[in-house]
């Protein structure tokens, strides 16, 4: 198993420029979580989804974020217009069974910096 | 949001000693609690689990202690090995299962 694929690893964009991560969840699993790591706020769940269904996005900061998860094999956190304080570490994470996080798996991050 | 909070920020230990990891959660219903590492460079990955009706949970060279009356977790690492340098985080999961918060983490310096 691969596990959770995230891409890019890193990304460089001019503030105003659209942005779109990407995440490959691991087969099986039927919820994805997209969280944003930062020094000042640490990790902090932006959205999740089950079975392709955003649940909870109370975490997204603000409507330039959004997500989708057009099938169980693929989602995107996109943000537009960037700016430098979405300069963080994305993470994608996914679980397996409701609730149970002995299969929650993160991916291994994007690196976005916003000049 | 919930309140998920460490004691030590940074913590160095001799190789070979045993670490000590302290973490302070805020919500009384969270039920479910786990420590992630995060290494440079990559994402977090779970380390040990533990359920509220429990108070202690040992795995592989670690062992995790809730003490629900005061809300702490700590994580214990036997004979610390530099491969144990890293970031450790706990989380808990408030009142909702699926939507968990993570503490600022605690940085761990394996001395050699």
């Known amino acids: 198993d691969a596990g959770v694929i995230q891409s890019p690893r890193h990304e460089v964009t001019e503030m105003g420029q659209e942005v779109t991560l990407r995440c490959k969840p691991i087969?099986?699993?039927?919820?994805l979580f997209w969280y944003r790591q930062t020094m000042m706020r640490g990790l902090e769940l932006l959205i999740y989804?089950?079975?392709?269904?955003?649940?909870?996005d109370s975490g997204m900061p603000e409507d330039r974020f959004s997500a989708k998860m057009p099938n169980a094999s693929f989602s995107t956190l996109k943000i537009q217009p960037s700016e430098p304080r979405d300069s963080a570490v994305y993470f994608c994470?996914?679980?397996?069974?409701?609730?149970?996080?002995?299969?929650?798996?993160f991916g291994s991050g994007t690196r976005l910096t916003v000049v | 949001g919930e309140s998920v909070g460490l004691h030590l920020p940074t913590l160095s230990v001799q190789e070979g000693d045993n670490s000590i990891i302290n973490c302070a959660y805020s919500n009384s219903a969270s039920d479910y609690f786990i420590w992630y590492k995060q290494e440079s460079g990559k994402g977090p990955q779970f380390i040990i689990d533990i359920r509220s009706n429990m108070d202690k949970r040992q795995g592989q060279r670690v062992t995790v202690l809730l003490n629900k009356t005061v809300k702490h977790l700590s994580l214990q690492i036997a004979a610390t090995q530099p491969g144990d340098s890293a970031v450790y985080f706990c989380a808990e999961n408030g009142n909702n299962f699926n939507k968990f918060y993570f503490g600022s983490g605690t940085k761990l310096n394996v001395k050699p």
């Open positions: 989804f089950n079975n392709n269904v955003p649940i909870d």
């Open positions: 994470a996914s679980s397996w069974i409701s609730g149970s996080l002995l299969g929650y798996t």
């Open positions: 087969s099986g699993h039927d919820y």
